[in-house]
């Protein structure tokens, strides 16, 4: 009886052993809590500050810009003179291009003189008809002409007065060719100064030198860039969303900068969303529509004062705020059919609750539930997890 004894306990503790080994264990989890509170949806993009205002100046006219003294940084008033701009030296001539041109103007003089000879033979056909008409004039008055003889010497002497009109306009013109030609011919001088007139390229505006585009003394065309000015304390931020984000954004919606390299967090106001759409591709080679939106700087200007153009920040744009909302972590809902669901933990097991989701940012959802305020919920869940199986806190 004894031994049997003995034999019936092994058993015994055998199976509990047994029992002890294959017992369903309980769940390890995280866990969070619901809670009440306000709640905010927000767009978080990365945007850059740039200028309000650029001014490029660039060059009026096709010349020889002198070598800019100014720097990047460098204050500037308004009318300042930022460059100067010389003519353009003419070409060399060779030995062939300038006999040539002393030929072409010995050819102009001979055409002046001509010229002139023409004038003197038309003055001395005006002044014969001039006396033609007198002496006939006279012979009319006495009887000896007819009045139409006398009016075809009238009609004389106004064509020799043309012809002598004529006859100086081609002797200006030939004047005017032989100048040119020695000009043409004439030797440019940069050092001269006296027969040159330089052109003052002026600020249009009181700000700073931000990028030089032509520094050294160069020739440029008319309309070549020279540098951009602008006011670094006139700051906007813009950043580009995509289109369906974009369209929850309206002028005056509150936003706040963050990551730009200052410690605290800077107000910004929405001022434009702009009409229209690009293409822009992602990382992931994905087509996207995106839109610019513009934000005004709210905070104190000592605060951004570091801040210059092109300066990345991380913009985040506030489209939805409830003040009194159902909130959990976004991390403990899942897929359930149609809606979303969550687990509750009630007595050490996970309950299965349906609820309707109203609005979700990063963090936290906005929920439709009887669930009271302070209810534990679990997050990320297993999928493994069923309804009423026991479960326990992960020890930290």
Not at 248 to 261: C, F, S
Not at 302 to 328: M, N
Request: no cysteine; proline share 5%.
């Amino acid at each position: 009886m004894k031994k049997k004894a003995w034999i019936a306990g092994g058993v015994l503790l055998a199976v509990a052993l047994l029992v002890w080994a294959f017992w369903p264990q309980a769940t390890e989890v995280e866990l969070g809590t619901v809670s009440r509170g306000q709640f905010e949806r927000a767009v978080q993009e990365d945007g850059k500050t740039r200028l309000r205002e650029r001014y490029v100046v660039s060059t009026p006219l096709t010349g020889r810009v002198q070598r800019l003294a100014l720097k990047q940084g460098d204050a500037v008033a308004r009318d300042a003179v930022l460059a100067t701009l010389w003519p353009i030296m003419p070409g060399l001539l060779d030995e062939r291009a300038r006999q040539e041109q002393n030929e072409r103007i010995g050819a102009m003089e001979a055409a002046v003189r001509r010229a002139s000879a023409n004038v003197e033979r038309a003055k001395a056909a005006l002044d014969q008809a001039v006396a033609d008409l007198k002496r006939s004039e006279t012979l009319a008055q006495q009887g000896f002409l007819s009045p139409t003889q006398n009016e075809t010497g009238r009609l004389n002497v106004r064509l020799r007065q043309k012809e002598l009109d004529s006859g100086l306009q081609e002797e200006h013109a030939a004047t005017h060719e032989l100048q040119q030609a020695r000009i043409a011919i004439r030797t440019f001088s940069q050092g001269g100064s006296s027969t040159q007139r330089s052109w003052a390229i002026k600020s249009p505006i009181a700000g700073k030198v931000l990028k030089i585009n032509q520094q050294s003394e160069s020739l440029v065309q008319a309309g070549t860039p020279l540098l951009e000015l602008g006011d670094p304390g006139d700051l906007e931020v813009v950043v580009d969303l995509l289109t369906e984000d974009a369209a929850q954004v309206h002028p005056g919606t509150p936003a706040t900068l963050a990551n730009w390299g200052g410690p605290q967090l800077l107000q910004a106001r929405v001022r434009l969303v702009e009409p229209a759409a690009y293409t822009k591709i992602s990382a992931l080679g994905v087509e996207e529509q995106r839109v610019n939106v513009v934000l005004d700087l709210l905070s104190p200007p000592e605060q951004w004062s570091a801040l210059g153009d092109g300066y990345k920040a991380d913009v985040r744009i506030v489209v939805q705020t409830v003040a009194d909302a159902l909130k959990v972590p976004v991390s403990a809902l899942f897929p359930s059919g149609a809606r979303a669901a969550l687990y509750s933990v009630e007595d050490g097991r996970a309950r299965l609750h349906e609820v309707e989701v109203l609005a979700r940012n990063g963090s936290e959802a906005w929920i439709k539930s009887e669930l009271p305020p302070g209810t534990e919920v679990i997050i990320f869940p297993p999928s493994s997890l069923k309804d009423g199986e026991r479960v326990k806190k992960i020890a930290s």
